[in-house]
T-cell receptor, first 113, second 113 residues
């Protein structure tokens, strides 16, 4: 089955710890995205990547980092510098950056204890 | 600025039609999207409409686009309890290094049996 997978589904972090959220796609899509969703708000773009070894900051990149070493994978690290990390994180991909429809993974819910 | 607005809540009875409304800001948006999110899940692409169209129908879904008023609507015919979810509209914003999707805050559709 083709699609986007995210793991883990639920993640708990202590304050001061870095955590990494996984996103993998087997759709052969060039572009990948990370969004954050908070209750009552729309999705906000954290980072995106148009091709391997390239990525750009979105609207709320502070406290996050990403890498794109493989076309299939776009992991997101939530660092201790992110002051309010508790949220639902969604990964998406599209055949080309911005100009094509984005398909979403199932999400990871991160809770800071 | 970039702002996509939706009403927060809609309640309908099973079998009735539902109409979810959205206003967007960028008149140059080429594609406008409707996504569905069930509890604890990622976003599922429902449908999209190209900006040179006024209407698109896909089974129980009808999308209407009024470019003059920058108004988009999603009509669900014969609404079922399984349609209960949050519905997001999104517009494509052009500019800079890439295009990006701007999401509304989402409309929670509650279907009463």
């Amino acid at each position: 089955d083709g699609g986007i997978t995210q793991s883990p589904k639920y993640l708990f972090r202590k304050e001061g710890q870095n955590v990494t959220l996984s996103c993998e796609q087997n759709l052969n899509h060039d572009a990948m995205y990370w969004y954050r969703q908070d209750p009552g708000q729309g999705l906000r773009l954290i980072y995106y990547s148009q091709i391997v070894n390239d990525f750009q900051k979105g609207d709320i990149a502070e406290g996050y980092s990403v890498s794109r070493e493989k076309k299939e994978s776009f992991p997101l690290t939530v660092t201790s510098a992110q002051k309010n990390p508790t949220a639902f994180y969604l990964c998406a991909s599209s055949t080309q950056a911005g100009s094509d429809t984005q398909y979403f993974g199932p999400g990871t819910r991160l809770t800071v204890l | 600025g970039e702002d996509v607005e939706q009403s927060l809540f809609l309640s309908v009875r099973e079998g009735d039609s539902s109409v979810i409304n959205c206003t967007y800001t960028d008149s140059s948006s080429t594609y406008l999207y409707w996504y569905k999110q069930e509890p604890g899940a990622g976003l599922q692409l429902l449908t999209y409409i190209f900006s040179n169209m006024d209407m698109k129908q896909d089974q129980r879904l009808t999308v209407l686009l009024n470019k003059k008023d920058k108004h988009l609507s999603l009509r669900i015919a014969d609404t079922q309890t399984g349609d209960s979810a949050i519905y997001f509209c999104a517009e494509t914003i052009y500019g800079g290094a890439t295009n990006k999707l701007i999401f509304g805050t989402g409309t929670l559709l509650a279907v009463q049996p």
